[in-house]
C-alpha cells in the first residue's frame, strides 16, 4: 500500500495560471479531502468528496475546482492562479465507518505551491 | 463541531513523559476527542482518540476527564523524533463528510 499519494512535491506559478494537484489513494477509501496550510497556521479545507461523482465545499473553496470520477483520484484544479494561493496542499482520505467509531484520516506528503 | 484551546507552545525533555492539555469546555455527548501531529513539512498523523474512557496505543496515551470538557495527551517516552505540532480536535461521529477541523496546536519541541 503506497497509501496517499500526491504529485507534484513542488511547484512555482505564474500569476494567472493554471495546474493540477494530483491526488491517489489506493485504500479504496470513500472520503477524500483537500487541504491548506500557510505558514505557521493549522490546515483548513477547501474541498472534500464523499465518493464517485460527488463532491462539496469546505471552508475556503474559492479559486479552486474539483472532480471526483474515480474512487481512487482528487484532482485539486487552481484555475487562475493568485499570490494569496501560495500554500502547501495536502490531501487525505478516510473510509466510511467499520468499527463504531469515526475513522482516521490518512495524508499525503503535500504539495508545496508557491504562485509569483 | 466543538471549538479546542491548547497552548502555543511547549518544552519537553527527551526521556521524559510529554503531558499536552487541550480544553474543550463545549464538547457534546456525541464529539470523540482526536489528536494529530505534524512533523515538519509532512501531512498530518494520526495519534489517538476517544469517546469518554482513557485509551492507549502504541504511541500514546489519552485521558479524558469524566466531565469530557479537557483532556491531556501523553507520550511517556519523548524522542527527539517526536518534535512536531500536536493537533486536539474534537469532531462529531457520524456527520457530514467525516470533516477534520484544525486549529492551531500546540507546538512541542523535545530537548536533548
Known amino acids: 500500500n503506497a497509501g496517499v499519494t500526491q504529485t507534484p512535491k513542488f511547484r ?6 493554471s495546474m493540477t494537484l494530483q491526488c491517489t489513494q489506493d485504500m479504496n477509501h ?25 463532491t462539496d465545499k469546505g471552508e475556503v473553496p474559492n479559486g479552486y475546482n474539483v472532480s471526483r470520477s474515480t474512487t481512487e483520484d482528487f484532482p485539486l484544479r487552481l484555475e487562475l492562479a493568485a499570490p ?21 484520516q490518512y495524508f499525503g506528503p503535500g504539495t508545496r505551491l508557491t504562485v509569483l | 463541531d466543538a471549538k479546542t484551546t491548547q497552548p502555543t507552545s511547549m518544552d519537553c525533555a527527551e526521556g521524559r ?8 469546555s463545549t464538547i457534546s455527548g ?7 501531529r505534524q512533523i515538519h513539512s509532512q501531512g498530518p498523523q494520526y495519534i489517538i482518540h476517544g469517546l469518554k474512557n482513557n485509551e492507549t496505543n502504541e504511541m500514546a496515551s ?6 469530557r470538557k479537557s483532556s491531556t495527551l501523553i507520550l511517556p517516552h519523548a524522542t527527539l523524533r517526536d518534535t512536531a505540532v500536536y493537533y486536539c480536535i474534537v469532531r462529531v461521529g457520524r456527520a457530514a463528510g467525516n470533516k477534520l477541523t484544525f486549529g492551531g496546536g500546540t507546538r512541542v519541541l523535545v530537548k536533548p
Open chain 1, 12 to 17: 512555482i506559478l505564474k500569476i494567472g495560471q
Open chain 1, 30 to 54: 470513500n472520503y477524500m479531502y483537500w487541504y491548506r496550510q500557510d505558514p505557521g497556521m493549522g490546515l483548513k479545507l477547501i474541498y472534500y468528496s464523499v465518493g464517485a461523482g460527488i
Open chain 1, 84 to 104: 494569496s494561493q501560495t500554500s502547501v496542499y495536502f490531501c487525505a482520505s478516510t473510509s466510511i465507518w467499520t468499527s463504531g467509531s469515526p475513522d482516521t
Open chain 2, 17 to 24: 513523559a510529554a503531558n499536552l492539555p487541550c480544553n474543550h
Open chain 2, 30 to 36: 456525541n464529539e470523540y476527542v482526536y489528536w494529530y
Open chain 2, 62 to 67: 489519552l485521558i479524558i476527564t469524566e466531565d
